[in-house]
Each structure stands twice: as structure tokens, then as C-alpha cells.
């Protein structure tokens, strides 16, 4: 590049590209900063960015709820927190363990049906998850359902399974099978050649599906809110709750928020590494 | 019809040279081949040819026209493509037919035109199929037919007869080479297999990492070969390469093989290239049909060694010997009686013998290679 | 090592019969050869004798043992594939050690390095033990397969057509060390190929397959020099000899062929003479072998036909013409320096030693 001759072409992309960062990053940001600001703070007008940070909000939610004349919400978030792991994390591992297998079945054998099969999984996504609420609702309350994990986790598959076998379904597809083949002829058995061929293979379409199908249950609001009472109540209804008749407690709500936030990146950066990895042992075909 | 001359071509990927500054003239008329293994840049300078590729530097002439930046559409070529690049919504019939249709010919032209190809290519019972609903056999002739249905300046085919089984491309060979002389179409062969060019070509290229190695005519690359690298590569069963050094004996020059003390009398056409090259390290060959084997010594034997294995092929036998670790292959009959361990006595047509200088692998006796600017 | 005997093995795809009845036995030692042309069947016979597909009826026995209902991990079989099938996420080492730190052939690391190493000396990759698959060139990439087959030391070989996808130099090496191996090791081996060179090379015996059917299993001198049909005349041979219609037909006392497309007659060879005029249909067909075909630019005594020249090809230690006499087309073997021009007058002279007959209707030989 020349020097004194500025390209435009590139400065007009990378104006863009800092607009839409910030775009999308300075909402978690002031959230971030919102956290941290006492009540007084926090409702301040022109906003502050200069301020004495504290940890009250979350002492507050994390030790429980206080009696003050600011308050009127209750809610548990520890156990918010704990039935959000519960519901996320269970709804995944199940979606990986069914799934992962029936994208296999549908990748390698056939059978009458099969396309009409897979098509009718898909459609499970087709349909907004409030269409069918309330016979969900009814049917759970009438086989005692409503209210509990199992309950959540199960409800939960509608939107990861389907993701996690049309992903998968394609990243086998494109495994020779003459691998499988191979391994089945060099001594192991059905299972020992999926262990070893299969799902390595399939390992970053299985790590990027299962990311997203965390992060879509962490975040489900409609489930939590109509199948779910106090007992199991998942984070993001749990901190609708900080909204209440009379105020809105921005700072806890702000602390909540970002509580939420923390744990879906950090699952996110785990499995990540097996994303990139898989990805660099080059083409598939051997 | 055109002739093609390529000036000072290069051609680089990022940082890769994959054609390095080649100097050509193909007459027209001529049925040329470029002819080099995986890699060595031939598809891309065919590409360039085409205009399919961009040229990194240096410049193609059609008949003395310039088309560095001509349109690929606007040159006038015709391409028969390794992948096919059939279309895929159209039938046989509709595939073949197009380049007339677009071109603007008399409907009952184009029908005469494409049962013609048809009939050659073998496609008439697959002509109202679709392409993927006819075998990969039929598809490549497809796109053989497509190219070849045409007469413009100049056939470019990249290696259209790979996925073809070997019967049908004896023929459909016959046939392009026949179609070609008949029009007197300039014709440009991209293959990585030797047997192919040499038996199509009028002149070909031998090409290796971006360079051509020699270009001529079939009899000059395969009793003349440039470099080891033509030698090795042409001919099958491949050019036998034994390490040695001159000697004098008795007044006359001998081949002393290295590591034996077998010698080899220096035949009378390397006598001048030899003469000052005298107890230095050298590397002589011979192809595989200018030994005779035999499983007594006889008064001409030059080398004896043993059976290394010995394959039947019907036609002919080839025989692999072995010479303190080195592999020498001879084409015998095929009801040679050796067997694995046998000793075998080896006899050389020292006229047909090559010599090369091991450190640039150069032919020490250079003909006239029609290499132009080298 | 064990023979493998099928009986009567037949296999279906839906409706679609890709073996019919086929019944082989390999003896131990052997090493016999599958040639046929795509889609005749020949993987899908390998692929059965691997466990890889179900047999849909008939028996096939490894080693005395009835094998139909084994898994392909209890048959001690090895087997290469046609795309190799190397593991993409794993070294070359560990490609070749992985069939020996299986469940049913698990041996000591320490064990494993030493056969890993001794294979990779034998087939020259010694050096890309650290490489991965993707990295390989064609040839490597064949060998690898060859090396994690030849780790173990199993009862049976199986070879999946190894050289189609490898450049046709590569192809001629290979083969000549294929062979080699096969000297050495001894180990009954069944190769599938549609390359007649490999069969010929390769084989103590040779099935020739087409379509599912069996057409003759023979040493590769039977198969080239005793065809038992015409299908099995073709595939051998390059090029493949010539296939005539021709009429048998007494004149003046000489028995004679009537060539159909020319006005030429061919004198009938005198051990066949009475088998041919004893046959109700005097039609038969005439195969010529272009080695036995010579083309002269000038008329001789002993030529017997006269054409012209349609297209010269020159191939390597020979070059091929092909001549039309009348509506057919001839193949000649000349020297590879043949001078000609097309549409050039040339007479050819057919070693009738050598021809051979067939059935019209059943393209049977006619033998005498």
C-alpha cells in the first residue's frame, strides 16, 4: 500500500466492521457497567460511566433476598441458576446421545419411510413453540409433568434434536463408509468402528450443534415460563421477575443478566477447541 | 484452424510457480500434447490457452493475433473437460447439440451433425437420457462429443478419456485422431499417460514443473530423450538407468558398471560424447525392448543377474532382474522360463544405448529438440 | 493360511441380481484373480467374502469354517480398498498399527512397533510414518493401505481393485511389487481388477466375470490362449482381438470362410476343418488376434486379404493399424515405425493357427 494514498475501499469495511462490533458489544458492556452501579447510579440521567463500582447487586442475589423498602421481588436465584444447568445441560447430553445415533441411522441404512421421517423431525421447528403451548400445558399437567426437569429436558428436545440430526446427518454422509468398512475388516466390532472412525470425524459438526443446541435451551424463555413453577424456574424467567408492579430493579436485573450470559460463553469457549481441532485434519476423504 | 505460439508464459499461484516463463509454436494443423505427471502445470497452461486462467505474464498468439485479454467465448476454442462439465438439465442430445444451437446453425445440420458424433462416440442409445442417469463412460464422451462437434480454432482436451474403460478408448482414440486430420484442426492434448501421447501426437511437450523437459516428435522423446526426466518418464516398462564410469580397455572405450566389474563396449554414435568424459561417473541407459535375456552365459552377454520377478502379460513377458540391489526391466516372449533366484545373463543393443551427466541429468548427445529460445 | 470355497453364491440388491450362482474355490496359496468390467459383480462378491454385505444365498467357508453369519472382525481376513480407506484423522503409523490394537488382534505396543516398521521398509514408506493421509501423493496412499493390510498376518488377502485410481506409471511399479510380495508371503489371496494386465500378472488363476456370471476360470495361459466365449476373447488383450462374422462354405473341395462385409475368403484351418462343416448353422464368428495379423504395403503370396488404412497408432514396443477391408475393421501389430497414410491400399496376412471360432447364437467356442 502506498503510502500517503489511503484505500477507501478498506477503511469504508473497516468502519463498517467496528460499527457492527460495536453494535453488538456495547449492550453487554453497559449491561456489564449497569451491574455494577448502585441504585442511585443506576437510575442517574445524563448515564454515568464514571462511578463507584459495587458488588451489591450481586450479594444480593446470591444471598438470597432482602427485606427493604425497595423490594418486593423474591426469587431464588442460586436455584434459578442450578435448574438452568440442570434443564440446558440435560436436554443437550439426551439431544447428543439420541440424536447422534439416529443421524447415523438415517446417514447409513435404508429403510421405507425414511425421508418422510427425517422431513417430519425438521417440522418440529416449523412451528412456533406458543402454537402448541397450551395442549402441552394441559397434557403436562394431566401426566404430571408440569414443574419438573424431566419435564423441561423432554419439552427441550423439539429444539435441539432436530438441529443436532440434520447437522450431523450430513457431516457422516460425507464419511466415506469404506472407513467404516475398514475398521470393521482391521478387528473391531459395529461399536469400536463408530468410537473410532465415526465420531471423530463427526466431531465438529457434533461440538457446533451441540453449542447451539445449549445456548438455545439456556435461553428459552416460553418453556421456562409456562411448564415450570418456583421449584424449577430457569434463569431467564427468573430475572423477568426483578420487573415488578411498582419498579424495576435494574441493577439486580442487569446482575442477573450478565449471570446468565457468563456461563453459555464459557461452555462455548470449552468446546470450541474441539471445533477448531476437528476442523484441521483436512478433507474427509482419505 | 490457428497456430498457437506462447511467449515467455508464467503462470503463478500466490506464491507458486506453476508455469515458468515456456516458449511454444504449434503449428496449425498440428496435434500437440502436453504431457507431464500431476502437478507440472500442463492444465494450467491449457487453461491460459483457453482463457479460462488468468496469465500472470508473457502472452498468447492465435495466428499472429494477441488474445491475452480475449474472452474466452471470442477465441474460438473448443474444450473437452477431465470433470465433464456436462449440462445438467439437458439431455444427450440437448448437451451435444448446443454449441451449434448457439452458434446459430440450421436445426437439420445440428441433427446430422450430432447423430454423427453419436454414432462415433458411441451415444446413440443414451441420447435421450440425462446425464446423470447415464454411466461415467457415457458422460465423458458426452463432453468429448461437445468439443469435438465443432470445428473451431483449436481442440483443447484435458485429459478426456481418464474414466474411460480401455477398449472404448482405443477406439475413440482412432476416431479424434481421424476426425482431426480430416479437419485439419490445430488439436492440444493435456495427459498425464505417455502410452496416450505418444500414440496420438504429431508433436508433444514433456513437461515437469512448469518447464517443458523436450519437445518433438514421438520418435525424437523416445530414442533421444533430453534429460533423465524424459527418459524415466516415457516408456513402459521405464528407461533402465545404471550408474558407470569409462574405461579404456584394451584400445577401446568401455561402460565399466559401478559396484561390478561388468563392462559394456561403448558403442560407435557415444564414442565422441564419451572420449574426454574418461573415468568420471556417468549414467547409461537403455529401454527395456533393447535387452535380451538368457539363462545361459553366451558369448555377447554383457551383465549377468538374477530374477528379481518375472510377470506373464500374454502379449509379452516383462522381466525384472537385479543387479547388486538396482532393478533392470527387459520385455521378453511371454513363456520366458526364469524364476525368482535364477541367474540371468543380459545382453544389450548398445546402439539404442542413452548417456546422461548425473549431476544435470542432461543426454550427453543432443539432437536438435525444437525447444525454441532455450 | 485357509482356502475360501464359495458354493452356489448368489446376492441381490433389491431386484437387482449382481451375482448369480457363482462358485469358486480358492485353494490354499492361491492367489486368484476377479477380472471383470465395472458393475460385473466382483466387489460385491469380495465384499461378501469380507462380511461386508449378507450373502442372499449360497455358503461361503474361510478356512473350513462356515462364514455366512461371522462378523467381518471374526473372519481372519485383510483386505485393501479401492479408495484405500485410510483412517483421515490418524498418522500412517497409527493407520498400520490400528488392526493390531484391535479387540481380537490386540499385541504389545513394542510388538506393533516392530511389524509397523518392518512393513514400512518393505513397501518404502519408512519415512511418512509421522505423515497424515492428506498429505500422501496417490501412490503413498496406496501403499499405506497395502502396509495396514499386510500387518497382520491373516488366512485370507483381499484386494479391492488397489491400482484404478493410481497414474498409470505408479500402476506398472506397483504391480511388479505386488507380485513380489505375493512371491514372498504366500498368503491366499483373492484381487479384483477390471485391468487384464494385473490379472495375468497377478494371478494363478483367473475368474473372468461378467454381469454377476461366471464366464471361465482358468490359468491366465487358458483364459488368453483358450477363451471359452467371446466375452472372455475381448477382455484379454490389448487391443482386444477382432470379432468377424463369417460363413462356412465348401468350394472346389476346399473348406473356406466367407468374411460377411467383404467379398474376401479366409482358408479354414485343417484341425477344425471337420468340426465346422459337422455343425448344423454354417454361421460362425472369427477371432484374430492383432499379433497374428501382418500388413504389408505390398501384395504377397500368402496375404489374404486387402484393405485400407482407417487410422495407425503408436504404442510403445508396437504400433496397431486398423484397416478396413470391405464394411469391417481389421487390427494389424506393425513395428512401432509403421509408415502409413489413411485411406492407403494395405494387404494383410492372418496367422490362422491362431483364430479362433465361435457360436454365434451362444458365443461358446467351438473347439476341436
Known amino acids: 500500500m502506498n503510502r500517503g494514498r489511503i484505500n477507501w475501499g478498506k477503511l469504508a469495511a473497516r468502519l463498517v466492521i467496528v460499527g457492527y462490533l460495536a453494535f453488538v458489544v456495547l449492550p453487554l458492556i453497559w449491561l456489564l457497567l449497569m451491574s455494577l452501579k448502585g441504585p442511585l447510579d443506576v437510575m442517574a440521567l445524563p448515564p454515568k460511566i464514571i462511578f463507584k463500582p459495587t458488588l451489591e447487586n450481586y450479594r444480593r442475589l446470591f444471598l ?36 447422534v445415533l439416529a443421524a447415523y ?43 419438573t426437569h424431566i419435564g423441561l429436558i423432554l419439552i427441550s428436545q423439539v429444539i435441539s434434536m432436530p438441529l443436532l440430526i440434520w447437522v450431523v446427518r450430513s457431516y457422516i454422509e460425507s464419511i466415506p463408509i469404506e472407513c467404516e468398512q475398514a475398521a470393521l475388516v482391521d478387528g473391531y466390532s459395529w461399536w469400536g468402528a463408530f468410537r473410532i472412525v465415526v465420531l471423530p470425524l463427526a466431531s465438529p459438526g457434533i461440538a457446533a450443534t451441540s453449542v447451539l443446541a445449549f445456548v438455545f ?26 420487573i415488578s408492579y411498582e419498579q424495576v430493579l435494574w441493577g439486580q436485573m442487569a446482575a442477573a443478566s450478565v449471570m446468565t450470559v457468563i456461563p453459555a460463553m464459557a461452555f462455548i469457549f470449552m468446546v470450541q477447541r474441539w471445533l477448531v481441532r476437528g476442523l484441521t485434519f483436512g478433507a474427509v476423504k482419505a | 484452424m490457428a497456430c498457437i505460439v506462447l511467449k515467455d508464459l508464467w503462470k503463478k499461484y500466490g506464491e507458486v510457480e506453476a508455469v515458468k516463463g515456456i516458449n511454444l509454436e504449434i503449428e496449425d494443423g498440428e496435434f500437440f500434447s502436453f504431457l507431464g505427471p500431476s502437478g507440472c502445470g500442463k492444465t494450467s497452461t491449457m487453461r491460459m490457452i483457453a482463457g479460462l486462467e488468468q496469465i500472470t505474464s508473457g502472452s498468447i498468439w492465435f495466428d499472429g493475433r494477441l488474445v491475452n485479454d480475449v474472452k474466452p467465448a471470442d477465441r474460438d476454442v473448443a474444450m473437452a473437460f477431465e470433470t465433464y462439465a456436462l449440462y445438467p438439465p439437458l439431455t444427450i442430445r440437448q448437451n451435444l447439440a448446443f454449441p451449434l444451437q448457439v452458434r446459430g446453425l440450421a436445426q437439420k445440420t445440428v441433427d446430422e451433425k450430432v447423430k454423427h458424433i453419436a454414432e462415433i462416440l458411441r451415444l446413440t442409445e443414451v441420447l435421450d437420457y440425462l446425464p446423470h442417469e447415464t454411466s461415467g463412460g457415457h458422460q465423458q464422451r458426452t463432453s468429448l462429443g461437445r468439443c469435438i462437434i465443432r470445428t473451431p480454432n483449436v481442440y483443447l482436451f484435458d485429459e478426456p478419456l481418464s474414466h474411460v474403460d480401455s477398449e472404448a478408448r482405443r477406439e475413440m482414440r482412432g476416431e479424434i485422431k481421424r476426425l482431426q486430420k480430416t479437419f485439419a484442426t490445430t488439436a492440444i492434448w493435456v495427459t498425464h499417460d505417455q502410452l496416450e501421447a505418444i500414440a496420438l501426437a504429431d508433436r508433444i511437450a514433456v513437461m515437469d514443473s512448469g518447464e517443458f523437459q523436450q519437445v518433438g516428435t514421438a520418435e525424437e522423446i523416445y530414442h533421444h530423450p533430453r534429460n533423465i526426466f524424459v527418459a524415466r518418464f516415457i516408456g513402459e516398462p521405464p528407461f533402465n538407468i545404471l550408474d558407470c564410469r569409462v574405461v579404456q580397455q584394451d584400445g577401446d572405450l568401455m561402460f565399466r558398471v559401478e559396484g561390478c566389474s561388468y563392462t559394456i563396449p561403448v558403442p560407435q554414435c557415444l564414442r565422441e560424447a564419451v572420449a574426454d568424459r574418461i573415468g568420471e561417473l556417468l549414467q547409461a541407459g537403455i529401454r527395456a525392448m533393447y535387452i535380451t535375456p538368457t539363462l545361459t552365459g553366451q558369448a555377447g552377454s554383457h551383465i549377468q543377474a538374477t530374477v528379481y520377478v518375472f510377470e506373464d502379460l500374454g502379449e509379452r513377458g516383462v522381466l525384472t532382474a537385479d543387479l547388486n540391489g538396482d532393478l533392470l526391466r527387459i520385455v521378453t516372449t511371454p513363456d520366458f522360463p526364469g524364476h525368482v533366484g535364477d541367474p540371468v545373463w543380459l545382453t544389450l543393443e548398445t546402439s539404442r544405448m542413452q548417456v546422461f551427466d548425473p549431476h544435470t541429468g542432461m543426454n550427453l548427445v543432443q539432437v536438435n529438440h525444437g525447444m525454441g529460445g532455450d | 493360511m485357509g482356502g475360501v470355497l464359495l458354493q452356489d453364491v448368489t446376492k441381490d440388491y433389491g431386484k437387482v441380481r449382481a451375482v448369480k450362482h457363482l462358485s469358486l474355490d480358492v485353494k490354499e496359496q492361491e492367489c486368484v484373480v476377479i477380472l471383470g468390467p465395472s458393475g460385473a459383480g466382483k466387489t460385491s462378491t469380495l465384499k461378501m467374502i469380507a462380511g ?15 462364514a455366512n453369519y461371522l462378523q ?22 497409527d493407520n498400520m498399527a490400528l488392526p493390531l490394537r484391535s479387540p481380537v488382534h490386540r499385541r504389545p505396543e513394542g510388538d506393533i512397533r516392530k511389524r509397523v516398521l518392518d ?12 505423515r497424515m493421509p492428506a498429505q500422501l501423493s496417490q501412490g503413498q496412499k496406496q501403499r499405506v493401505g497395502l502396509g495396514r493390510c499386510l500387518v497382520r498376518q491373516p488366512s485370507v488377502f483381499l484386494f479391492d481393485e488397489p491400482l484404478s485410481h493410481v497414474d498409470a506409471k505408479v500402476r506398472h511399479r506397483m504391480r511388479t511389487e505386488i507380485k513380489r510380495i505375493q512371491d514372498e508371503l504366500k498368503t491366499t489371496s483373492i484381487y479384483v481388477t477390471h485391468d487384464y494386465l494385473e490379472a495375468l500378472a497377478l494371478g494363478d488363476r483367473i475368474v473372468v466375470i461378467e454381469q454377476g456370471e461366471v464366464q471361465q476360470i482358468g490359468t491366465p495361459k487358458q483364459i488368453f490362449d483358450e477363451p471359452a466365449n467371446e466375452f472372455v476373447q475381448r477382455i484379454v488383450g490389448d487391443p482386444p482381438a477382432t470379432l468377424l462374422d463369417a460363413r462356412i462354405a465348401v468350394i472346389d473341395g476346399e473348406a473356406l470362410l466367407q468374411v460377411r462385409g467383404t467379398s474376401c475368403t479366409l482358408p479354414v484351418p485343417p484341425d477344425m476343418r471337420e468340426i465346422l462343416l459337422e455343425r448344423h448353422n454354417p454361421n460362425v464368428r472369427v477371432a484374430i488376434r492383432p499379433m497374428y495379423v501382418t500388413a504389408s504395403l505390398v501384395e504377397g503370396a500368402a496375404c489374404q486379404l486387402k484393405g485400407s488404412v482407417y487410422v495407425f497408432e503408436r504404442i510403445e514396443t508396437k504400433g496397431v493399424l486398423d484397416v478396413r477391408v470391405g464394411e469391417i475393421a481389421l487390427l494389424a501389430e506393425t513395428s512401432p515405425d509403421f509408415q502409413s497414410r489413411p485411406d492407403q491400399d494395405m494387404w494383410l496376412q492372418v496367422d490362422l493357427d491362431h483364430v479362433r471360432f465361435f457360436d454365434p447364437q451362444t458365443t461358446a467356442a467351438i473347439t476341436a
Not at chain 1, 217 to 242: E, M, P, Y
Not at chain 3, 119 to 130: E, F, K, S, V, Y
Open chain 3, 119 to 130: 512393513i514400512g521398509t518393505m513397501l518404502g514408506i519408512d519415512a511418512l510414518l509421522d
Open chain 3, 72 to 93: 467381518p472382525h471374526e473372519r481372519d481376513i485383510a483386505m485393501t480398498f479401492e479408495s484405500y480407506a485410510l483412517y483421515p484423522h490418524m498418522t500412517v503409523y
Open chain 1, 64 to 99: 438470597g433476598t432482602q427485606r427493604s423498602q425497595y423490594e418486593v421481588a423474591r426469587t431464588d436465584f442460586p436455584r434459578a441458576l442450578l435448574n438452568t444447568v440442570i434443564v440446558a445441560g440435560g436436554a443437550t447430553v439426551l439431544s447428543l446421545v439420541t440424536g
Open chain 1, 217 to 242: 435451551c439456556w435461553n428459552n424463555f416460553i418453556f421456562g415460563l409456562f411448564l415450570a413453577a418456583r421449584q424449577t424456574q430457569t434463569l431467564v424467567v427468573a430475572t423477568l421477575a426483578f
Open chain 1, 105 to 147: 441411522a438415517f446417514a447409513r441404512f435404508h429403510f421405507a419411510g425414511k425421508e418422510s421421517l427425517a422431513f417430519t423431525i425438521l417440522s418440529l421447528r416449523f412451528a412456533p413453540a406458543l402454537a402448541t403451548l397450551i395442549p402441552t400445558y394441559a397434557l403436562y399437567r394431566r401426566i404430571g409433568l408440569y414443574n
Open chain 3, 52 to 66: 461386508l454385505e449378507e450373502v442372499t444365498s449360497g455358503e461361503i467357508y474361510i478356512d473350513g469354517r462356515l
